[in-house]
Nanobody, 122 residues
Framework: IQLVESGGGSVQTGDSLRLSCAAS????????LGWFRQAPGKEREFLAA????????TYGNSVKGRFSISRDNAEKMGYLQMNNLKPEDTATYFC????????????????WGQGIQVTVSS
């Protein structure tokens, strides 16, 4: 399975963006999905994860209440809605999938996308 992110770009503080993650195979519907980001010189940061059926979600503390994860298994798509963006949200964003929810959350997912840049200016 391959993952391709889209929807990134340059925005202003307070703006919103929705990132998309397109999966190449229908097996996507059986995988947990997550989003991470990494800024230059910083460690990779967990943002959000959603179970294969969409019933369970969890978020990193820095984005809780601002970001929302969702998925459409019929379309083989995952999403990350990002609201009230701040300059500290500037980073490369990655979507990931794994057969195990826990592996997604701890950053050990089997499959990663190539990443997409989000830049937030003040």
């Amino acid at each position: 399975i391959q993952l391709v992110e889209s929807g990134g770009g340059s925005v202003q503080t307070g703006d919103s963006l929705r990132l998309s993650c397109a999966a190449s195979e229908r097996t996507f519907s059986s995988y947990a999905l997550g989003w991470f980001r990494q800024a230059p010189g910083k460690e990779r940061e967990f943002l959000a994860a959603i179970s294969w059926d969409g019933e369970s979600t969890t978020y990193g503390n820095s984005v809780k209440g601002r970001f929302s994860i969702s998925r459409d298994n019929a379309e083989k798509m995952g999403y990350l809605q990002m609201n009230n963006l701040k300059p500290e949200d500037t980073a490369t964003y990655f979507c990931v999938v794994d057969g195990t929810f826990h592996m997604v959350v701890i950053g050990s997912a089997a499959v990663w996308g190539q990443g997409i840049q989000v830049t937030v200016s003040s």
